[in-house]
C-alpha cells in the first residue's frame, strides 16, 4: 500500500528555513517521480517541485526557484523539501505527491499524482 505522511510543517518569520519531509512507504521513492505542491485557503493548488524517478535535478516553480531545494534520500525513502529564505506569500499546505508513471512533461501537473499525503501547514509571519 502506497503511503505519503509529511512532516516538519510550522510558523516561522519572513526569512526564516524549515525542512518538509515525505517519508513513502509500499514503495521505493525513487522509482517513482515525487512532487512537492501547496495550496493556499481560497487558492488552487500549485506545483512546487518536483523529481522524477530514477534522476537527480528537481525541476522549481519560478515562485520558489533559489530559495527552496527539493532532495530524496533513498536509504530513509524520504523525500525533503529544504525553504529558506520564506516569505509571507509562502504561506499554504504543503503536499507531497507520487507517481510511478508520470511524464516530464506532467511534472508539475496535480491531476497527473495518483498518491498523495495528508499536508503539513507552513505559516510564515511578516
Known amino acids: 500500500q502506497v503511503k505519503l505522511v509529511e512532516s516538519g510543517g510550522g510558523l516561522v518569520p519572513v526569512g526564516g528555513s524549515l525542512r518538509l519531509s515525505c517519508k513513502a512507504s509500499g514503495f521505493t521513492v525513487n522509482t517513482y517521480s515525487v512532487g512537492w505542491f501547496r495550496q493556499a485557503p481560497g487558492s488552487a493548488r500549485e506545483f512546487v517541485a518536483g523529481l522524477k524517478r530514477y534522476t537527480t535535478r528537481p525541476a522549481y516553480a519560478n515562485s520558489v526557484q533559489g530559495r527552496f531545494t527539493m532532495s530524496r534520500d533513498n536509504a530513509k525513502n524520504t523525500v525533503y523539501l529544504q525553504m529558506n529564505s520564506l516569505k509571507a506569500e509562502d504561506t499554504a499546505v504543503y503536499y507531497c505527491?507520487?507517481?510511478?508513471?508520470?511524464?516530464?512533461?506532467?511534472?508539475?501537473?496535480?491531476?497527473?499524482?495518483?498518491?498523495w499525503g495528508q499536508g503539513t501547514q507552513v505559516a510564515v509571519s511578516s
Open positions: 505527491a507520487a507517481d510511478q508513471n508520470l511524464i516530464t512533461s506532467s511534472l508539475g501537473l496535480a491531476s497527473e499524482y495518483d498518491y
